[in-house]
């Protein structure tokens, strides 16, 4: 028998790829499904494509799971603070793939979002979900917070560059575009098909709030403050996040040997000789990278693409749960992704 998980948010997007994941997974079973509006709904109604359809989902409500090892929290923000406290003072390990948890100190918290954290003891406390970059604090940790799509994807970029000295902290620029999935399920005007569709459209400029999460996750590689100009822009397509990384080249080696070396070991991201493409990564726990070296401007080019919802949400928040049941790094996660 596996062990034993619980997803709070299993009607959403990214829950509904936890379960996906979870179902196929050796080691790991799904005990209970949580969700919000469609508590008391089955699986099928919400989630068609997967298996095991008339299971029945019940609220988000910590107590609600019983006995189980771990609980994936798939919830909008704000929503898995008292979820993820309550479950982990009972002694469930969490992976919350909301932001609730990502920031160290409740200042950095509150510069990102405005607002008092409600559980301002518990900031620090939750590992940086990123096992490639944070693997050993995320493998001794109950509690982990798995990074942003967007970060995911920028902080695989840059931080070996920065560790290595080769690029400039400052004026760093991450232009991103994302696909519509990325910003959940619920029904919104501005990303209606007639919204969307034939468009490119940036959004959040200036404002968004996986700039300093990137920030801070890039900072400890650093050693220094790190500042970021971030643009993300919407696609008109399902999955996918290209994030195009602009940094000052100080010298010293080539870049793509430098991310590399830094990702020998790490059978989820891979530099390649070609700029990558999202549809290369779709349904994959892959993250790709291609570095450039612009000798004229003197800066370093870091192209890097993920899928969302699995590098970027659910395989990610699976990679982490391994890690925190002491199970293969890799287990329930594929490589391999689907196209076209
Ligand atoms: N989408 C991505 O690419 C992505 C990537 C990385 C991280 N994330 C993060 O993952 C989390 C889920 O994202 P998503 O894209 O899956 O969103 P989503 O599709 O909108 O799903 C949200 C889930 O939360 C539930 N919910 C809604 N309002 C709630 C409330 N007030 N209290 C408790 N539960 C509530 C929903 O339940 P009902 O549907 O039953 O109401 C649903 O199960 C978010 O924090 C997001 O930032 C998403």
Redesign the pocket.
């Known amino acids: 028998m596996g062990h034993r998980v619980a997803v709070y948010?299993?009607?959403?997007?990214?829950?509904g790829e936890v379960v996906r994941l979870v179902d196929a997974h050796p080691d790991l079973e799904t005990a209970y499904l949580g969700?919000?509006?469609?508590?008391g709904a089955s699986l099928r109604s919400v989630h068609p494509q997967l298996g095991g359809g008339e299971r029945v989902l019940g609220p988000?409500d910590p107590e609600a799971c019983g006995d189980v090892d771990l609980a994936f929290l798939?919830?909008?923000?704000g929503?898995s603070a008292p979820v993820g406290v309550a479950l982990a003072e009972r002694g469930v390990k969490v992976v919350d793939?909301?932001?609730d948890f990502r920031f160290a100190t409740p200042g950095a918290y509150t510069a990102a979002y405005g607002t008092d954290h409600p559980h301002p003891e518990e900031l620090g406390r939750w590992a940086y979900g990123l096992p490639e970059l944070f693997g050993d604090r995320i493998a001794g940790s109950d509690r982990t917070a798995a990074p942003?799509?967007y970060p995911t994807a920028a902080v695989l970029a840059l931080a070996p560059l920065l560790a290595a000295g080769a690029v400039d902290p400052e004026g760093i620029v991450v232009d991103a575009v994302s696909g519509v999935?990325?910003a959940?399920?619920?029904a919104r005007a501005d990303l209606s098909f007639g919204a969307v569709a034939d468009g490119v459209r940036a959004y959040g400029l200036l404002t968004h709030r996986h700039r300093p999460e990137m920030e801070e996750a890039v900072t400890a590689f650093a050693g220094t403050s790190v500042e970021i100009v971030f643009t993300p822009h919407l696609v008109p397509m399902q999955r996918g996040i290209l994030a195009t990384c602009h940094a000052r080249w100080r010298g010293g080696g080539d870049p793509a040997a430098t991310l590399r070396d830094a990702y020998r070991e790490a059978r989820f991201v891979e530099v390649i000789d070609e700029p990558p493409q999202t549809r290369w990564t779709v349904g994959s726990n892959r993250c790709l990278l291609a570095a450039y070296l612009d000798d004229r401007t003197g800066r370093v080019i870091v192209l890097s693409a993920i899928d969302?919802?699995i590098k970027?949400?659910a395989g990610q928040a699976v990679q982490c749960a391994n890690l925190m049941l002491g199970l293969d790094e890799g287990a329930g996660l594929s490589v391999a992704g689907w196209m076209p």
Do not use: D, Q
Not at 35 to 39: F, I, L, R
Not at 74 to 77: K, N, S, V, W, Y
């Open positions: 948010g299993a009607s959403g997007y990214a829950g969700a919000h509006s469609a508590a988000i798939a919830l909008p923000h929503a793939l909301g932001s942003g799509c999935t990325g959940g399920r619920g969302n919802l970027g949400a």
